[in-house]
Structures are given as structure tokens and as C-alpha cells.
């Protein structure tokens, strides 16, 4: 049996109208001998576990394919760690079992990571490039493009599609990958995560059909509503305990700050900016880069009264943000024992 170089994860979740034509268009773009396709039915209710079941094996020959089954719907989230557990080569994909993503892009996307040893992370793009594209929904759009929005705020990136479900990573990435949330929350979980390990993410542009939601499409309101929570968590409450205090401290100490400035409605907008700028003063810095910033923020609040003060405090703001940032980045990439990790 030949060595795999590239492993497929494909859940599937009530498609029996599109797993037999979504497989056989894979399983002719991909090499079979060198390809290792891993098949997670999500509990399906519709038939297409059996369909798997009884048809996979007619398709492609068995040393080729992995094929779970799960007794009930966990969640994609859930199936794709199922997925991750079976992986071979040095490579995996991950494609929706839908039709909206083409696997001739699949193929592209997965030689562009083979050619560039630098791509550790490529996602398939519905917002670049010049292919064909069909959208059905203007909100799922719109919902798609703030939740991207958001993660490029809150992780400091610059990426164009949070939720695409076509991308490609180097297999010696999953043991970095601490991911925890079992739905729709994928995409946000495992971008997080590569972000959080310092990895880049690049991008490419693919094709997209979205399809309607009685042709089975089955994202809803609620995972929209979701998704802003599992970016929250993802985002402040899955660190490790150093960033977590970093995070408490730098918060209640700007919020302690927000007090000192504005009046009646002023003063609760000026609290909320501030508690918003401690949040994310405390993600990427730790205690004494915290307390650099402090510091200067209470001498330039001596420098003034009234409501005057602001301006001193922001000057000496800014100029202590960028020392602090200097010195973050200093200790960054160093090694260091758990007090100074702790710290710095």
C-alpha cells in the first residue's frame, strides 16, 4: 500500500441528495493511491449513513478511505476532531460534503501548500479572486463578512474569509490545536487556535454555490447568533492563565480609569471604551508591559484637571503603548520560565 501524502476530512450531515455526486466529483480530482479520505456521518437521519455504509467501498478501494459513523449528531465541530484522529501524510484537507465548494479547487488549493513550504495554513477564499460565484442570501453574506470583520479585530489579522469550510493545513498542526466547540463554531475554533500558535494564515480564491435552504442548506439565525459568543470565548476566555490574568488585570483597571472622565451618559460611554480598550490591552500583553501603560496613563493624568486631563493621558498613553509593544515583542519568541512568562 503506497504512502499517503494527503488526508481528506468530509463530514456529512443529512445529504443523501448530494454525497453520491459530491464523492465521485473528490474522488476523481484527488489522487486515490496517495489520498487517504475520511468520512464522518454526523448521525444522519436521512439515509446518507447508509448510503456510506453500503457504497463508499464500491467507489474507491478500502485501503483508501476511513469511514466513521456516529450514532447521533454531535455537532461538525465534533466530527471534524473525529476526523483529525485518522489523519495521514503531511497534509489534510477540510471540504464541506455540500457541493457549495468545487473539489477542483480542493486539489488547487491543497498543490499550493505542497509547492510553498512556507504555507503552514491556506483557507479557500470566497471574497478573492475572480471565480464563479453564487450567493443566495444577502444576511448569510453580510454575517459571514462582520464575523470576519470581528476576528480580524480581536486577533489582530487580516484575513477575508472567516467561515469558508475549504482549507488546507500541514498535519503536524493538530497536536497544537486545542479545539473545544462541537457545532458551526469550527471555523472560528480552528482559526483561533492556528492564530493563537503564531501560525499565518494565507488565502486563496475559490469558486462558491451557495445553495437555498430547501435545497438542504443548514446554517441558521441561531448559530449567526452564536458565532459572536464563540468568537468572545475564543477569543477571551480560552488562554492560558498568564493571558487570563493579564486580561482581568488590564480590564478593571481601565474600567477603573473610564471613571475619571466624561459626565452623566458621557461618562458610561467613556467606562464602556475603556473597558473595551482593556480587554484588548490585555490579550497580547502581560503584567509589566500592562503596568508600563499604567504608569504613563497616571502621569499624564497629573499633567491636567477637569476635563482637560484626557489629552495628557492619551499622549502619555500612546507613547508608553508603543514601549510596551517593543518590549512584548522582545520577549515574545524567547524562552522563558513560568514567572517571566507570567510577566512578559
Do not use: W
Given at each position: 500500500?503506497?504512502?499517503?501524502e494527503?488526508?481528506?476530512?468530509?463530514?456529512?450531515y443529512?445529504?443523501?441528495?448530494?454525497i453520491?455526486?459530491?464523492?465521485k466529483?473528490?474522488?476523481?480530482?484527488?489522487?486515490?493511491?496517495?489520498?487517504?479520505?475520511?468520512?464522518?456521518?454526523?448521525?444522519?437521519?436521512?439515509?446518507?449513513?447508509?448510503?456510506?455504509e453500503?457504497?463508499?467501498?464500491n467507489?474507491?478501494?478500502?485501503?483508501?478511505?476511513?469511514?466513521?459513523?456516529?450514532?447521533?449528531?454531535y455537532?461538525?465541530?465534533?466530527?471534524?476532531?473525529?476526523?483529525m484522529k485518522?489523519?495521514?501524510?503531511?497534509?489534510?484537507?477540510?471540504?464541506?460534503?455540500?457541493?457549495?465548494?468545487?473539489?477542483?479547487d480542493?486539489?488547487?488549493?491543497?498543490?499550493?501548500?505542497?509547492?510553498n513550504?512556507?504555507?503552514d495554513?491556506?483557507?479557500?477564499?470566497?471574497?478573492?479572486?475572480?471565480k464563479?460565484?453564487?450567493?443566495?442570501?444577502f444576511?448569510?453574506?453580510?454575517?459571514?463578512?462582520?464575523?470576519?470583520?470581528?476576528?480580524?479585530?480581536?486577533?489582530?489579522?487580516?484575513?477575508?474569509?472567516?467561515?469558508?469550510?475549504?482549507?488546507?493545513m500541514k498535519s503536524?498542526?493538530?497536536?497544537?490545536?486545542?479545539?473545544?466547540?462541537?457545532?458551526?463554531?469550527?471555523e472560528?475554533?480552528?482559526?483561533?487556535e492556528?492564530?493563537?500558535?503564531?501560525?499565518?494564515?494565507?488565502e486563496?480564491?475559490?469558486s462558491?454555490?451557495?445553495?437555498?435552504?430547501?435545497?438542504?442548506?443548514?446554517?441558521?439565525?441561531?448559530?449567526?447568533?452564536?458565532?459572536?459568543y464563540f468568537?468572545?470565548?475564543?477569543?477571551?476566555?480560552?488562554?492560558?492563565?498568564?493571558?487570563?490574568?493579564?486580561i482581568?488585570?488590564?480590564?478593571?483597571?481601565?474600567?477603573?480609569?473610564?471613571?475619571?472622565?466624561?459626565?452623566?451618559?458621557?461618562?458610561?460611554?467613556?467606562i464602556?471604551?475603556f473597558?473595551?480598550?482593556?480587554?484588548?490591552?490585555?490579550?497580547?500583553?502581560?503584567?509589566?508591559?500592562?503596568?508600563?501603560?499604567?504608569?504613563?496613563?497616571?502621569l499624564?493624568?497629573?499633567?491636567?484637571?477637569?476635563n482637560?486631563?484626557?489629552?495628557?493621558?492619551?499622549?502619555?498613553?500612546l507613547?508608553?503603548l508603543?514601549?510596551s509593544?517593543?518590549?512584548?515583542?522582545?520577549?515574545?519568541?524567547?524562552?522563558?520560565?513560568?514567572?517571566?512568562?507570567?510577566?512578559?
Open positions: 500500500m503506497m504512502t499517503k494527503l488526508s481528506i476530512i468530509i463530514p456529512v443529512n445529504e443523501i441528495n448530494l453520491d455526486k459530491f464523492l466529483k473528490l474522488f476523481n480530482e484527488f489522487d486515490q493511491s496517495k489520498t487517504k479520505f475520511i468520512i464522518i456521518d454526523d448521525g444522519s437521519n436521512d439515509g446518507s449513513n447508509k448510503y456510506l453500503k457504497n463508499v467501498s467507489l474507491i478501494d478500502q485501503n483508501n478511505f476511513k469511514l466513521i459513523l456516529l450514532k447521533k449528531n455537532g461538525k465541530g465534533y466530527a471534524v476532531r473525529q476526523g485518522e489523519v495521514e501524510g503531511d497534509y489534510f484537507l477540510l471540504i464541506d460534503s455540500d457541493l457549495e465548494y468545487d473539489p477542483k480542493a486539489l488547487e488549493l491543497y498543490l499550493i501548500a505542497k509547492k513550504d512556507r504555507i495554513v491556506i483557507h479557500g477564499s470566497r471574497y478573492l479572486g475572480g464563479i460565484q453564487l450567493r443566495q442570501y444576511f448569510n453574506d453580510l454575517a459571514a463578512r462582520f464575523n470576519t470583520y470581528i476576528f480580524n479585530i480581536f486577533f489582530s489579522q487580516s484575513i477575508t474569509d472567516l467561515h469558508t469550510g475549504l482549507r488546507v503536524s498542526l493538530i497536536k497544537d490545536l486545542k479545539l473545544t466547540l462541537n457545532g458551526f463554531g469550527l472560528i475554533d480552528l482559526s483561533s492556528i492564530v493563537k500558535k503564531n501560525y499565518n494564515i494565507f486563496y480564491g475559490i462558491y454555490f451557495e445553495r437555498t435552504k430547501s435545497q438542504g442548506k443548514k446554517i441558521t439565525i441561531i448559530d449567526g447568533l452564536l458565532s459572536y468568537l468572545f470565548k475564543t477569543r477571551f476566555l480560552q488562554n492560558d492563565n498568564a493571558t487570563l490574568y493579564s482581568l488585570y488590564s480590564f478593571c483597571f481601565m474600567t477603573y480609569a473610564g471613571t475619571y472622565f466624561g459626565m452623566g451618559t458621557g461618562k458610561i460611554f467613556m464602556i471604551i473597558m473595551i480598550i482593556g480587554l484588548s490591552l490585555g490579550i497580547n500583553r502581560k503584567i509589566i508591559p500592562l503596568s508600563i501603560i499604567f504608569l504613563g496613563m497616571y499624564g493624568s497629573l499633567f491636567s484637571a477637569g482637560g486631563r484626557i489629552y495628557p493621558v492619551l499622549i502619555f498613553f507613547i508608553t508603543i514601549i509593544k517593543k518590549i512584548t515583542n522582545n520577549y515574545k519568541n524567547k524562552k522563558k520560565g513560568s514567572v517571566i512568562k507570567f510577566l512578559l
